[in-house]
């Protein structure tokens, strides 16, 4: 390959990797995957997150009104921000993610009604602000084309996780900046497609919801990783994420006007407290698990563990792989 982005896989990533597989495993035989007003439910949410971290300020309830074509108050923008949102994530299963001309179809798709040259690469220098202050200058324009095609290449070469090249290829495409509006919902979009051919079930996960409500951290992982010249901070802000998304979809199974379950903030608990409440919610809850919601290394919670064991707490039944845990009163 002639070119490989700069990022480290280190212990607490392989902790997440692992952790999001077991969720990933436990989900797809859930209502996440069988019920369709779960799935447009979280295609609602999806959208207003993407669209609302660039200032969108649509509700929920007008997207879901602007989805099944009722009439809506906002403005022209807004409205065309999220009719192309509609457009390019109902179209997102048909696209592949190594296919340049996919990428420029999709973004047309997302930004034909708000910019005059939707679907092309920029040909102007861009940058990104904080205030008065420049945060980041992307690579000049005549270079983006050569770029996005060196990063598609590596996508399409790399041995590495679908987890891993999916979030590394998001902060890339956040680099380049390749168009002059438009790259945050497209390396959001389509760092969902990447996950999505790995696993179905991410078409219907609300990962950029998510991201909404963590927004600084979002683009305070992007500046991190760009200071250092490495993205691994960006890896490991993304995963946890993508962790803490599936733990939320793993409770709220349920349809509107029933009873949903409050996620519990493990990471407040002392670590023994958090264990027994993940215990309970889930006797064959994995370790690995443990350390990625509680926000400990394996170490950490495997001393807490025996802890707990030689206090009589909690007990193993069965074996390290197939067996699971027991509160004790």
């Known amino acids: 390959m002639s070119y490989t982005p700069p990022f480290k ?4 990533l392989l902790n997440l990797v692992a952790a999001i597989s077991e969720q990933v495993g436990a989900l797809k035989a859930s209502s996440l995957d069988a019920s369709p007003q779960l799935r447009k439910q979280n295609r609602i949410k999806t959208i207003t997150g993407t669209l609302a971290i660039e200032g969108n300020t649509l509700t929920e309830e007008q997207v879901t009104a602007v989805l099944e074509g009722k009439p809506v108050l906002g ?9 192309g949102a509609i457009l390019a994530y109902e179209a997102l299963p048909s696209f592949e993610a190594n296919n340049i001309q996919h990428l420029l179809n999709a973004h047309k798709m997302m930004m034909a009604d708000i910019l005059v040259n939707a679907g092309t690469f920029r040909d102007k220098p861009v940058g990104i602000h904080k205030g008065k202050d420049v945060v980041h200058m992307a690579p000049p324009a005549h270079r983006v084309s050569g770029l ?15 987890l891993i090249v999916s979030t590394v290829f998001h902060y890339e495409f956040e680099f380049i900046h390749p168009f002059i509006d438009g790259n945050g919902r497209m390396g ?8 999505s051919k790995w696993q179905l079930l991410f078409l219907s996960l609300p990962l950029e919801s998510v991201i909404k409500d963590k927004q600084q951290g979002y683009y305070d992982a992007l500046e991190q990783s760009d200071n250092a010249a490495d993205c691994t901070p960006f890896l490991q802000f993304m995963l946890s994420v993508i962790a803490e998304a599936l733990n939320i979809n793993s ?19 002392k670590t023994p407290d958090a264990i027994l409440k993940m215990i309970e919610a889930n006797k064959d809850v994995i370790r690995q698990e443990m350390a990625v919601k509680i926000g400990k290394n394996i170490r950490t919670i495997s001393r807490a563990l025996k802890k707990l064991q030689d206090d009589e707490r909690v007990k193993r039944v069965g074996s390290d792989k197939s067996g699971h845990w027991k509160i004790m009163d």
Not at 188 to 195: D, E, F, K, S
Not at 254 to 269: G, H, S, Y
């Open 75 to 83: 403005s022209v923008r807004e409205l065309a921000e999220v009719q």
């Open 148 to 162: 996005m095609a060196d990063l598609l290449e590596w996508m399409k070469n790399s041995d590495d996780h679908p």
């Open 188 to 195: 959001r979009l389509w760092q969902t497609l990447i996950l």
């Open 251 to 269: 409770v709220v199974k349920t349809p509107v006007n029933t009873t949903v379950n409050t996620p519990v903030n493990f990471e407040r608990l």
């Open 9 to 12: 896989i280190t212990t607490k």
